[in-house]
């Protein structure tokens, strides 16, 4: 089955400092590749996606690149804020058409906590 | 915010109860799916409804069930509750679409305590 890996938290930067989180998946066929962020007391929000082999996803200065040959998906930042403190998703989707039952396979979540 | 909407934020139940959760689907969209995130963990998937039908489900047991209705809308339901059901349950709508990859839009979850 689908299953996602990535590194384990929680990940402690000061500010301005370069950010990578690692992920790899493990999927059959060709998945979409998603990076969702939880702050405090709320849900997942969408923070980029990349839908197939080397695409970059990018969004608030965080990118991602779709890597099939090494099947990572890895998060990367060139320098943090205080407010990107959250914990960071991994995570993939089947691909099927409409009403096929997509679902979402999450990684266990990297917590990152960016200090003055 | 995203315009999908879970209530209760918060309950409170003892094993062996019942317990109903809702979700109110963002404007214009015909598919709702539920997670469960356990703490520490990843969400994990439960099941999803699509035009107010089971269309997809994961791995938990019967006594999770759900219903879509007209307006898209949405119950979880969870019988014979037990204490490893405790947990952020998440609610996301989205449309699908011939591409299938759809963008969920979460609602922000109701944390289930069992006692």
């Known amino acids: 089955g689908n299953s996602v890996t990535q590194m384990e938290g929680p990940v402690t930067l000061s500010e301005e400092a370069f950010l990578t989180i690692n992920c790899t998946y493990t999927a059959t066929g060709y998945p979409s590749l998603f990076w969702y962020v939880q702050y405090p007391g709320e849900g997942l929000q969408l923070l980029l996606k990349a839908t197939k082999a080397d695409d970059k996803g990018s969004n608030k200065g965080f990118e991602a690149t779709y890597r099939k040959e090494t099947t990572s998906f890895h998060l990367e930042k060139g320098s943090v804020q205080v407010s990107d403190s959250a914990v960071y998703f991994c995570a993939l989707s089947d691909r099927k058409g409409a009403g096929g039952g997509n679902k979402l396979t999450f990684g266990t979540g990297t917590q990152l906590k960016v200090e003055l | 915010e995203t315009g999908v909407t879970q209530s209760p934020t918060h309950l409170i139940k003892t094993r062996g109860q019942q317990v109903t959760l809702r979700c109110s689907s963002q404007s214009g969209h015909n598919t709702v799916s539920w997670y469960q995130q356990a703490l520490g963990q990843g969400p994990q998937f439960i099941f999803q409804?699509?035009?107010?039908?089971?269309?997809g489900r994961g791995n938990f047991p019967p006594r999770f069930s759900g219903l879509q209705f007209p307006n898209y809308s949405s119950e979880l339901n969870v019988n014979a509750l037990e204490l490893d059901d405790s947990a952020l349950y998440l609610c996301a709508s989205s449309t699908a679409s011939g591409s299938g990859v759809e963008k969920l839009f979460f609602g922000s979850g109701t944390q289930l305590s069992v006692l």
């Open positions: 409804y699509y035009r107010e039908e089971e269309n």
